[in-house]
T-cell receptor, first 110, second 111 residues
Framework: QQPVQSPQAVILREGEDAVINCSSS?????VHWYRQKHGEAPVFLMILLKGGEQKGHEKISASFNEKKQQSSLYLTASQLSYSGTYFCGTPDNYGQNFVFGPGTRLSVLP | NAGVTQTPKFRVLKTGQSMTLLCAQD?????MYWYRQDPGMGLRLIHY???????AKGEVPDGYNVSRLKKQNFLLGLESAAPSQTSVYFC??????????FGEGSRLTVL
């Protein structure tokens, strides 16, 4: 079953912050985040492997609340290059059957 | 080091025709995946493989078959293409830390 993402889309001005949420009705064993630019393949951003873990990649960070079965991606001081569609993804408890959420389209305007 | 390579990149089929998409990876990864991507639907898992000679169904397997005869190759077949299979297909292989490496995608149009 697919994770759920919110919001579906967000428009920002350069320098503003955004939060993208990912949740699941089933247990999450790990959460991945990917970014896809228009016409390109998705690109890996980060993995969160256990509850409470937080990671960062430049000015993009994420948290994982295992108990609440949710993860959030934080984009601070957004740049034009952050525009794209962000997907969360998760495998099943065997580390297989990797499924993605429907995506959140982020547009950063000058 | 090419990473994940998909062929062909574009293809137009008529309804009822068959074709095979090839995914090749040179990173010695065990796990490989085929996804389709449609507007507003995100990436949906078609089939996956956890090693040479093994395959399993994903979310949307109907109308597709796969084979993993060699570790580096994962083939996706359409036996009788339908317009509903018009999509962009992505192959991915999984690295040692769990991250997915994607191919550039194959755009398929079924008329």
């Amino acid at each position: 079953q697919q994770p759920v993402q919110s919001p579906q889309a967000v428009i920002l001005r350069e320098g503003e912050d955004a939060v993208i949420n990912c949740s699941s009705s089933k247990a999450l064993y790990s959460v991945h985040w990917y970014r896809q630019k228009h016409g390109e393949a998705p690109v890996f951003l980060m993995i969160l492997l256990k509850g409470g873990e937080q990671k960062g990649h430049e000015k993009i960070s994420a948290s994982f609340n295992e108990k609440k079965q949710q993860s959030s991606l934080y984009l601070t001081a957004s740049q034009l290059s952050y525009s794209g569609t962000y997907f969360c993804g998760t495998p099943d408890n065997y580390g297989q059957n990797f499924v993605f959420g429907p995506g959140t389209r982020l547009s950063v305007l000058p | 080091n090419a990473g994940v390579t998909q062929t062909p990149k574009f293809r137009v089929l008529k309804t009822g025709q068959s074709m095979t998409l090839l995914c090749a990876q040179d990173m010695n990864h065990e796990y490989m995946y085929w996804y389709r991507q449609d507007p507003g639907m995100g990436l949906r898992l078609i089939h996956y493989s956890v090693g040479e000679g093994t395959t399993a169904k994903g979310e949307v397997p109907d109308g597709y078959n796969v084979s993993r005869l060699k570790k580096q190759n994962f083939l996706l077949g359409l036996e009788s293409a339908a317009p509903s299979q018009t999509s962009v297909y992505f192959c991915a292989s999984e690295g040692v830390h769990g991250e997915l490496f994607f191919g550039e995608g194959s755009r398929l149009t079924v008329l």
